[in-house]
């Protein structure tokens, strides 16, 4: 059984850009949470999506936003770039909504920002 | 915010030697689970404890709960320079028809040779 995919593993952006960040999640699982990891305030809860809604939000600005799609992939996207949103983007699959069962992650797309 | 907190910060052991890591958390939990991280990539599941397990092995982990203490501790034993790694707790919140897994700040363990 594939793994969880993200896409691109490596991305270089100009502040003020916008970029989408994708995930296709375990065959199967429904659930796709996202997270933002720096060395500063370590792993932040972004959001999670289950059957194509937002369940929940962490608190981070507008400019972050994400979707899920009938087949569960799920893409995030972040407008209007500023440095601080350099960091490495993880994205987690599970077979149902919220932390009852195991979450698998990808290997991240790291984005920086100039 | 962050519901976990691990202790120590750092680590740093001989090979075959036993390592041991602890996580508090604040809130009630449905369960929490413990994860592996190597050198900024994606993190690897590696545990689920229930709250109402005391214990659970998986090879040579081993997790215990105590949520009376609200706290929860990870032996990995004869370590090995693989095991080199960031190790990081993850808690659920209770109660909550949206819940999310909440990261601890991790703790970075070097294996010595």
């Known amino acids: 059984k594939a793994g969880v995919t993200q896409t691109p593993r490596y991305l270089i952006k100009t502040r003020g850009q916008q970029v989408t960040l994708s995930c296709s999640p375990i065959s199967g699982h429904r659930s796709v949470s996202w997270y933002q990891q720096t060395p500063g305030q370590g792993l932040q809860f972004l959001f999670e999506y289950f059957s194509e809604t937002q369940r929940n939000k962490g608190n981070f600005p507008g400019r972050f936003s994400g979707r899920q799609f009938s087949n569960s992939r799920s893409e995030m996207n972040v407008s209007t770039l500023e440095l601080g949103d350099s960091a490495l983007y993880l994205c987690?699959?599970?077979?149902?909504?919220?932390?009852?069962?195991?979450?698998?992650f990808g290997q991240g797309t790291r984005l920086t920002v100039v | 915010s962050q519901q976990g907190e691990e202790d120590p910060q750092a680590l740093s052991i001989q090979e075959g030697e036993n390592a041991t890591m602890n996580c508090s958390y604040k809130t009630s939990i449905n369960n929490l689970q413990w994860y592996r991280q190597n050198s900024g990539r994606g993190l690897v599941h590696l545990i689920l404890i229930r709250s109402n397990e005391r214990e659970k092995h998986s090879g040579r982990l081993r997790v215990t709960l105590d949520t009376s203490k609200k706290s929860s501790s990870l032996l990995i034993t004869a370590s090995r320079a693989a095991d080199t790694a960031s190790y990081f707790c993850?808690?659920?919140?209770?109660?909550?028809?949206?819940?999310?897994?909440?990261f601890g700040s991790g703790t970075r363990l070097s294996i010595r040779p």
């Open positions: 993850a808690t659920d919140e209770f109660y909550s028809s949206a819940s999310k897994i909440i």
């Open positions: 987690a699959s599970s077979l149902l909504q919220g932390g009852n069962t195991e979450a698998f």
